[in-house]
């Protein structure tokens, strides 16, 4: 049922099937799971994202019991559980990037520029080889991901589309491979000098011990980790006015909604600056009309 989903999303069902799913509803025959009762969804100390996610595992299952001929209708369909977040995702605004960045060793001063800047996440980022990126048309390919030590695929066909890369971005990608012993094609980008190269580095262990410190010693008191990286991306380019099909492409979404509903947000400050614009073209469309009525 899951051999096509990526390793990442299969750990995430098994956990959900182990700990909520199975518990709650092992002793029911299927033909006694009511629309009503999965209301139960509601109850969870979860996420209302993650609450739907189990929504959507159920509905799944059912559907498979359909498909087989082992039951006739999916109670699931009609539940109601929405995936709205409680809290907007945290982003760094573009002096906390700089900041951050002039405060980070090499390593680091190469790897949060790349992800901030191209959206990638974290499994793609230490997914990356050095056959992956191509400097003279300036993009790198999304082929592969690394979730707990374990390769395998993206998470959707539409993450392995070419994602363009700046070329102050690839100038530092350059510096990085100068010193490196791993700079064959199916070399790891970040290969681990602990590991000799045969494995990338881990990523959650450098976020906890190099970048969190250096964030908080230079005043950014967001509580962050690689995906804040992505949430800025997407922020950034609407805030540069980018339509929302280009980032649906640079963000590499199979579905436009998750880039409109998940991923961009606004900063304050330039949500202010719209409204004043807005309320500024009010006021000048009436100074006007005073104007060519008086004339008259």
Same mark, same amino acid.
């Given at each position: 049922?899951?051999? =096509? ?8 069902? @098994?956990?959900?099937? *182990?700990?909520?799913i +199975?518990?709650? =509803? ?13 209301? =139960?969804?509601?109850?969870?100390p979860?996420?209302?994202s ?16 359909? +498909? $087989?001929?082992?039951?006739d %209708?999916?109670?699931? $369909?009609?539940?109601? @559980?929405?995936?709205k977040? %409680? ?9 906390e990037?700089?900041?951050l960045?002039?405060g ?13 800047? *191209? ?8 997914g ?5 990126v ?9 082929? %592969? ?22 070329? *102050? ?10 010193p ?13 000098? &602990?590991?000799?190269? +045969? %494995? ?12 969190r ?12 980790? =690689? ?5 800025? $991306? ?13 980032? @649906? ?6 579905s ?11 900063h304050?400050?330039?949500? &202010? ?10 006021f ?6 005073? *104007?060519?009525?008086?004339? &008259?």
């Open positions: 049922m899951l051999s =096509w989903r990526s390793h990442a999303t299969k750990k995430i069902y @098994q956990a959900y099937l *182990t700990r909520w +199975r518990p709650h =509803w092992q002793k029911y025959e299927l033909a006694d799971v009511r629309t009503i009762q999965v209301a =139960w969804l509601r109850g969870l979860l996420a209302k993650s609450c739907a996610k189990i929504r959507n595992l159920m509905s799944v299952l059912f559907n498979h019991a359909c +498909r $087989y001929e082992l039951f %209708r999916n109670p699931i $369909y009609l539940v109601r @559980q929405s995936a977040r %409680r809290t907007a995702p945290a982003i760094l605004m573009p002096a990037i700089k900041a960045i002039n980070l060793a090499h390593r680091e001063r190469t790897l949060v520029p790349l992800a901030a800047s *191209t959206g990638l996440r974290q499994s793609e980022l230490f990356l080889k050095w056959g992956n191509d400097f003279d048309q300036g993009t790198m390919s999304v082929t %592969r991901s690394i979730v707990y030590g374990v390769v395998g695929p993206c998470k959707t066909e539409s993450s392995q589309k070419p994602v363009p890369i700046h070329p *102050t971005l690839a100038d530092a990608l350059m510096q990085w491979r100068k490196s012993t791993s700079i064959q094609p199916d070399d790891w980008v970040f290969a681990s000098k &602990r590991y000799r190269g +045969r %494995r990338p580095y881990w990523g959650q262990a450098i976020l906890r011990k190099y970048i410190p250096i964030a908080q010693r230079v005043g950014i008191q967001k509580r962050f980790g =690689w995906h804040t990286l992505r949430h800025t $991306y997407s922020t950034l380019l609407r805030s540069v006015g980018t339509e929302f099909k280009v980032m @649906q492409e640079l963000l590499r979404h199979s436009l909604r998750s880039t409109l509903d998940v991923y961009t947000g606004s304050a400050g330039e949500a &202010r600056r719209a409204g004043r614009r807005a309320v500024a073209g009010i000048l469309r009436c100074e006007r009309n005073v *104007t060519i009525v008086g004339i &008259r």
